[in-house]
């Protein structure tokens, strides 16, 4: 079956551009998150959705990031104005529910590189 | 805050010795603890949960050992094999989201 599926996987910006990065997360899966993973670093938390109600948005770095998940599946971040500290991978995962229990299943990521 | 950090960042080992990855946490109310693998271009892959109310988990050649006492986490690898080269994450799961450490590169020579 398929996994979460992230596109573009790459993406170069110019600063100030705005960008939308799409995941498709796994049929079915009731929960989504996106992660923030600087190079050499490990991901942080950005945002969570649980179906299509944003639950935790703690983790976005500024105003100029906003994430939507209108039917409850696949889901969109967007950076308004990128900035160079925006370069970074974007990885999306979705799991079957929310919970400790139910393991979160990560897709390849989208590089974005601002330059 | 919460930080779940790592010993190492780097580890070299010879192909079939065991391997063993370090993690420390600093939050001692976390109550599940998860190992993940990542390769070059993709994300974490999941290998391993342990439960707060656990010691050790055992896996298909992996085993997870958690000290509560001195907030410790380990993964060991048996019989290291070149497919198992990558970066190694422990991870803490809240009610929804993971908090990862640096993480572990693992580096096997023939």
């Known amino acids: 079956g398929a996994g979460v599926s992230q596109s573009p996987r790459y993406k170069v910006a110019k600063r100030g551009q705005d960008v939308a990065l799409r995941c498709d997360p796994i049929s079915g899966h009731v929960s989504l998150f996106w992660y923030q993973q600087a190079l050499g670093q490990g991901p942080e938390f950005l945002t969570y959705?649980?179906?299509?109600?944003?639950?935790?948005k703690s983790g976005l770095p500024s105003d100029r990031f906003f994430a939507e998940r209108p039917e409850g599946s696949v889901s969109t971040l967007k950076i308004q104005r990128t900035q160079q500290e925006d370069s970074a991978v974007y990885l999306c995962?979705?799991?079957?529910?929310?919970?400790?229990?139910?393991?979160?299943?990560f897709g390849p990521g989208t590089r974005l590189t601002v330059t | 805050g919460e930080s779940v950090g790592l010993h190492l960042p780097t580890l070299s080992v010879q192909e079939g010795d065991n391997s063993i990855i370090n993690c420390a946490y600093s939050?001692?109310?976390?109550?599940?603890f998860i190992w993940y693998k990542q390769e070059s271009g993709k994300g974490p892959q999941f290998i391993i949960d342990i439960r707060s109310n656990m010691d050790k988990r055992q896996g298909q050649r992996v085993t997870v050992l958690l000290n509560k006492t001195v907030k410790h986490l380990s993964l060991q690898i048996a019989a290291t094999q070149p497919g198992d080269s990558a970066v190694y994450f422990c991870a803490e799961k809240g009610a929804q989201k993971l908090v990862f450490g640096q993480g572990t590169r693992l580096t096997i020579n023939p």
């Open positions: 959705f649980q179906n299509e109600a944003q639950l935790d």
């Open positions: 939050n001692s109310a976390s109550d599940y």
């Open positions: 995962a979705s799991s079957l529910d929310h919970g400790r229990a139910y393991e979160q299943y």
